[in-house]
């Protein structure tokens, strides 16, 4: 990994990254699209082969060339987005850890890194799963997609934290098992190590300044950050 500036902070993903959080996705995307389709969404725009949010974004697309009002949009994402927390939170209350990454953080904490995490989880549900684990203590910041208006990989995610943590994008480590956490770190200039873990997709990480296997996590992983400091 090329050499940059120094790192003040690690920004983690929490899903996959930290915790396995067992979320049912297809029931969760079920439900939403039945919420859209209530709503008057055409069903060939809706799929469970795509994300809930890919899913929302073809759905206010729809409301917006219906006329639908700002505050009835809203109102309807909000419905659906009660729903999804209700799943979310049966996944953060039965989180387990990925083995080793609680040394991995207790080596950050101990080099006095600040550390921030930056997930697509509410704020809420994201704190119950970390305190499940055991592992909330290690964390600055908690960033969940109800905290922000634009999500990773959009720049907004990590622009905000950098500014909380009062760093320089150039200045933080992005670790995350998802495609989407590496393009954030490139989208602000940020660092980044892929964690190739059970969900990861080796070729999608290939982005990153170096990819982890769950396997090596930690002594590999510390190592990397190590070389970082």
């Known amino acids: 990994m090329q050499k940059k500036n120094p790192i003040k902070a690690i920004v983690w993903d929490l899903d996959g990254t930290l915790i396995h959080f067992k979320i049912d996705y297809l029931r969760a995307r079920k439900i939403a699209i039945e919420i859209l389709k209530k709503f008057g969404v055409p069903k060939p725009l809706l799929t469970v082969r795509i994300s809930i949010l890919e899913n929302m974004k073809f759905a206010k697309e729809f409301f917006e060339k219906e006329g639908f009002s700002k505050d009835r949009i809203n109102e309807i994402i909000e ?95 992005v670790i995350g098992d998802n495609l989407r956490d590496i393009e954030a770190a490139i989208n602000v200039g940020a660092q980044s190590i892929a964690t190739h873990t059970k969900l990861a997709k080796v070729e999608t990480l290939q982005m990153a300044d170096t990819i982890i296997k769950e396997n090596e996590i930690p002594l590999k992983l510390i190592e990397e950050i190590e070389k970082l400091l």
């Open 79 to 173: 419905e659906v987005d009660n729903e999804i927390n209700k799943i979310e939170y049966e996944a953060a209350i039965n989180a387990t850890m990925i083995n080793g990454i609680d040394q991995v953080l207790e080596f950050a904490k101990n080099k006095d890194l600040k550390q921030a995490i930056f997930t697509f989880n509410t704020k809420k549900n994201a704190e119950i799963s970390l305190k499940n684990v055991n592992l909330l203590r290690y964390f600055n910041i908690i960033l969940g997609r109800d905290n922000v208006t634009n999500l990773k990989p959009h720049p907004d995610h990590l622009t905000h934290i950098c500014k909380l943590l009062n760093v320089k994008p150039d200045e933080i480590l």
